[in-house]
């Protein structure tokens, strides 16, 4: 987790994206520029950290078009939307599909890129969570299948007595499976384990 | 010499020739239009009552006075006409047509449409001068002109209006440059960072600000309202302008245009705005009807070219899905939501005050195509811009 995150700024008009690099620089950020979405998505590497800004009225694949095919692909890079005057309703539809904010041009400097760090930090959150998930998901896969299935019980609230008597088996047993099995996902609570629980479902 | 009363009719009686002087004099008296005779020295000989009448003199008053006392710049000189000329003209008559300006007893202008006839009055050259009083002619088509240049005034207007939203990105894009150079340029600054970025910020500023100032330029140029006056015009300045004014539009569809237009085309006689209210109007139909269609091939074809006769014939082929059914010249015709159906109309309107019509037809490989023709402008006006 080491990556710097880098800002992905897709415009048609060159002077739009040659100002924003420079706004965007001006801030410390890495900027990767393009000029149409076609040739972003040529480039894109999904695991690379960062978010997406975007002009929503551009020749070629819109804006709109751009984050349904991102969100298509399972791709959750937040995105930040420009959009010039009377373009409300595609705005509007952008958010409703999950982009972090729309800003209407000309956008002022503080507030843009106040925007992008928030962008950089869903993403940023976005990332930790999902590594957390995977290190959990890891854990899980160590677990036997006993142990596993007695951990599931207890992440969804059953009592020992109760799983015990399900599964035809002491008390003591499921006590002894239920212990290796937290050990091994590095857990102490059973709160923790069904807020991770909850994650994996998801 | 060649016997030239061999071409002479039978010489008349006298009752005849009676009869046809007072036929003559009956006419000369009740006519509407002023007769002058003027003499070789171009002062007038004689003038029947609607001179006296158009002018507000007697005639006793104008007898002996040159001809120009009452037209001013008249070009009636009895030598113009070669005396030659004028002895064979008995049957075929040399006349001189055009129109000139009267000045009244009490110092008013009057427009006249003037016919000059040569004659040889008792051996002398001298010529037959007739004014017709065109001032209600003029007027109404003052009038006339005037109407269609509120009306083309107006669908400027509205066409604008329809195309605010594309005019306003066209604007904001070299603002937002602007704006976000500056505030990275003052960002930079504040923090001791700015060293080579500000030239190309500096200069990618000025660039910006040319551009913005070239569209809202472009916008004025096209709001304003100028007066109807026929102008030396080049046709594709007309077809570049207004496809700088739809630039986003066409750019937002993504329609590719093809101009074919040749770059020695003769400057056409036209009213500038009008024209371009005509242009712009078939340019955003046709950008319309492309955009309708969902099809791959997006083209719009502007052709110009010099037709064989005095006309410079213009083009505008689309991909489009065609002419729809029905009139599409007829007032209120529409197949837009927010249609008024008044831009084919008015076009065809302007098309034809210029003295040619705008016509459409369906391509045979689908589209439609609009053309209309405008005058070339005289030789020798253009020489003299």
Known sequence: MTVESTVFLVDDDPAIRDSLRLLLESEGLRVMDFATAEEFLSHHDPKLPGCLVADLQMPGLSGLELQQHLLGNGVQRPMLFLTGFGSISEAVQAIQGGAVDFLEKPVDAETFLSRVQTALATDRQQRKNQFRQQQMQQQFDTLTPREYEIIARVAVGQANKVIAMELGISERTVELHRSRGMKKLQLRTVAELAKHWNEMQT | ?385
């Open chain 2, 1 to 385: 010499m060649p016997d030239q009363t061999a071409s002479y009719t039978d010489p008349l009686s006298d009752l005849q020739l009676q009869e046809s002087e007072e036929h003559l004099r009956a006419i000369y008296n009740n006519v509407s239009e002023g007769i002058l005779t003027v003499d070789s020295r171009c002062c007038i000989l004689n003038c029947n009552p609607a001179i006296e009448q158009l002018f507000g003199y007697t005639g006793k008053q104008l007898r002996g006075q040159p001809v120009n006392y009452l037209i001013p710049h008249c070009k009636t000189k009895a030598v113009d006409y070669p005396a030659a000329k004028c002895q064979i003209t008995n049957n075929y008559q040399v006349t001189n047509h055009y129109q000139d300006t009267g000045i009244t007893s009490s110092g008013k202008s009057i427009p006249l449409e003037i016919t000059v006839t040569p004659i040889h009055l008792q051996g002398e050259s001298s010529l037959v001068v007739f004014v017709r009083d065109i001032s209600r002619r003029i007027e109404a088509e003052n009038t006339s002109r005037l109407r269609l240049q509120e009306m083309a005034h107006s669908g400027r207007l509205a066409s604008l209006g329809e195309m605010t939203s594309s005019l306003t990105h066209e604007l904001n894009q070299p603002l937002t440059a602007i704006l976000s150079y500056a505030q990275a340029c003052q960002r930079l600054l504040r923090k001791g960072k700015l060293d080579g970025q500000l030239d190309n910020a500096l200069t990618q500023i000025i660039e910006q600000t040319r551009r913005a100032s070239a569209v809202s330029n472009h916008l004025r140029r096209f709001i304003r309202k100028g007066d109807s006056e026929r102008s030396a015009v080049d046709i594709n300045h007309v077809m570049h302008d207004v496809l700088h004014l739809i630039y986003h539009e066409l750019k937002h569809h993504h329609i590719d245009v093809e101009l074919d237009i040749h770059k020695d085309i003769p400057m056409v006689l036209v009213d500038r705005l009008q024209i371009e209210q005509v242009v712009l109007n078939l340019l955003r139909n046709a950008v319309e009807a492309i955009a309708a269609t969902g099809q791959k091939r997006r083209e719009l074809n502007i052709r110009t070219f010099k037709e064989v006769n005095a006309f410079v014939q213009v083009e505008v082929e689309d991909t489009g899905g065609g002419l729809p059914a029905g009139d599409i010249f007829a007032k209120y015709y529409s197949t837009k939501s927010d249609g008024m159906g008044m831009g084919l109309p008015l076009c065809r309107k302007i098309i034809r005050a210029h003295g040619s019509d705008l016509t459409a037809k369906n391509n045979r490989i689908g589209g439609a195509t609009f053309h209309f023709q405008l005058p070339v402008e005289p030789i020798q006006s253009q020489s003299s811009r």
